[in-house]
């Protein structure tokens, strides 16, 4: 019987079979991709592999040290497969060019990673053209095709990935017309919006989309300012960066809990679902983090996988439950079991941009930290915050300089 079956085989993925690996475990890989690596494979710029590796490097030379480090440490990697369906036990359904199987491993962790919000979900108006498409899909069509669908297209977002977009415009020759964001200022950390305005791209914060013109491709856009007035600018493609939810279709369909607040499943700090032989890793948890990070993460939760098979986690129950208030989107993990809580950290959203205090609401005095953040920034508080024998349920909120958010 396989220790392991890791669903997904992109950073977090492939860092939790190497650890697993590292522990003694029988681990398999299961992507539906035709490759493995994940999306690294379609990001052809760098920095990627610093943490992992000591050195910047391109996406897909990253994703390929990854899959060649996982194969090399004794993991067994099946591209073409999907899972289809998970069930207590752990059991896996899987369809492939073989049929239909079914798998029951000792434990199952889930990476299946996120996908960017699609215009239908942005209530963006205006005709049906083509050229309209997502970070992934212009990155596949540059890196992967060699293709340059568009010469001046708009930019949608300013989130990381957002400038990773330019990236991949500048190296298909493909010059921005503009980047536009709604907020007040760009979502990523300073000195991200320095990129545009080296290269030339206005930066319009304040402006939304609001309609796309065109027939069988994009022609022009109409944009909204900051005192709500709209012009009619003309562009030949449009890019939707950002927004991500999780990629959690199978655990919508289990009978695994699921998170309302992240779209993702409910997790306590080892990564364990509310089925104890299940977990769950990388972006669909928190979305959306780097690379390294995911497979950090990845490698952390392998580590409880082992914890788990040798029976040195805790139990599930009972455990505190987290939640978010006052200007907070989520708080990954949700539970936190009573114990040790030496290592290990909260990571939350806010959904404003808010300057003040994190403040976590336990039955024991408040616990808080100071906080300065925009929506999809990353926000930390470790858990040796949570007292080590607190249960039920507490608040963890943004108070603001001026008072409760």
């Known amino acids: 019987m396989t220790d392991l079956a890791i669903i997904g085989a992109g950073p977090a993925g492939l860092g939790a079979a190497l650890e697993a690996r590292a522990r003694g475990l029988s681990v398999v890989v299961l992507d539906r991709e035709a490759e493995a690596g994940g999306i690294p494979r379609h990001c052809g710029h760098p920095p990627f592999g610093l943490r992992e590796f000591g050195r910047p490097m391109t996406g897909p030379a990253y994703a390929r040290r990854l899959v060649d480090a996982a194969e090399a440490a004794g993991a067994e990697i099946r591209t073409g497969t999907t899972v289809v369906a998970i069930a207590p036990g752990p059991r896996l359904?899987?369809?492939s060019d073989a049929g239909v199987a079914e798998i029951a491993p000792r434990r199952v962790l889930i990476a299946t990673g996120v996908r960017e919000t699609t215009?239908?979900?942005?209530?963006?108006?205006?005709?049906?053209?083509?050229?309209?498409?997502?970070?992934?899909?212009?990155?596949?069509?540059?890196?992967?095709?060699?293709?340059r669908p568009f010469a001046r297209p708009l930019i949608v977002g300013t989130e990381l990935v957002s400038f990773s977009a330019i990236l991949t415009c500048r190296h298909a020759g493909i010059r921005p017309l503009a980047m536009i964001e709604p907020g007040a200022r760009a979502t990523a950390r300073w000195p991200s919006a320095l990129l545009p305005r080296l290269l030339g791209i206005p930066l319009m914060t304040g402006t939304r989309l609001v309609a796309i013109e065109g027939t069988d491709w994009v022609t022009g856009a109409v944009l909204a300012g900051p005192d709500g007035t709209e012009r009619h600018v003309a562009t030949d493609g449009v890019i939707l960066t950002g927004g991500f939810r999780p990629e959690a279709t199978l655990v919508r369909q289990s009978h695994l809990v699921l998170d309302p607040a992240t779209g993702g499943p409910e997790i306590d700090q080892f990564g364990r679902t509310s089925d104890?032989?299940?977990?769950?890793?990388?972006?669909?948890?928190?979305?959306?983090?780097?690379?390294?990070?995911?497979?950090?993460?990845?490698?952390?939760?392998?580590?409880?996988?082992?914890?788990?098979?040798?029976?040195?986690?805790?139990?599930?129950?009972?455990?505190?439950?987290?939640?978010?208030?006052?200007?907070?989107?989520?708080?990954?993990?949700?539970?936190?079991?009573?114990?040790?809580?030496?290592?290990?950290?909260?990571?939350?959203?806010?959904?404003?941009?808010?300057?003040?205090?994190?403040?976590?609401?336990?039955?024991?005095?408040?616990?808080?930290?100071?906080?300065?953040?925009?929506?999809?920034?990353?926000?930390?508080?470790?858990?040796s915050s949570v007292p080590a024998d607190a249960t039920g349920t507490a608040e963890i909120g943004i108070q603001s300089d001026r008072g409760p958010s």
């Open 93 to 95: 359904t899987l369809t």
């Open 276 to 383: 104890p032989d299940i977990f769950a890793a990388g972006n669909m948890l928190h979305p959306v983090e780097t690379a390294g990070w995911c497979h950090r993460e990845g490698r952390m939760i392998a580590a409880a996988v082992a914890d788990s098979l040798a029976g040195g986690l805790p139990p599930p129950e009972p455990a505190l439950r987290l939640r978010p208030t006052g200007g907070i989107r989520y708080a990954v993990p949700q539970r936190i079991v009573p114990g040790d809580h030496a290592a290990g950290v909260i990571q939350l959203r806010a959904d404003r941009p808010a300057r003040g205090r994190l403040v976590l609401a336990t039955p024991t005095p408040a616990r808080s930290v100071p906080l300065d953040t925009a929506p999809e920034r990353r926000i930390l508080m470790p858990i």
């Open 119 to 147: 215009r239908a979900a942005r209530f963006i108006g205006g005709t049906k053209p083509g050229g309209v498409m997502n970070t992934g899909t212009l990155q596949g069509l540059v890196y992967l095709n060699g293709r």
